[in-house]
């Protein structure tokens, strides 16, 4: 539920770029999020369409790239997924560990017209 607020936030972001530029409207927002951002693309696309209506984004399309975690390799740098249930390394077996990767969210670009 808490992708409302963000979502339009996003709407008030692009339509201010639109007006700034002087532009009609809001033609496609690209979107990345990750799946550790904490907030889910589907949830955010769904309220686009409702809170979009009657804004510069009306007819705009939503472009949310997927962010897939990884994790970090502690014995030989490697970066790579994590499997269900599993921190190990695919290359050396070594013990993986989080990082920043998959907990993206940030406005991309905005095309206007
Ligand atoms: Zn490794």
Redesign the pocket.
Known sequence: MHEYPITQHIIEMAEKYAKEQGAGCVRTINLVVGDYSGYVGESINLYFDIIAEGTLCEKAKLNIERVKPKLK?T????YFERRPFSFE?P????EGEPTEIGKEFYLKSIEIS
């Open positions: 390799c014995s030989c740098g490697e390394c290359d050396c077996g070594g």
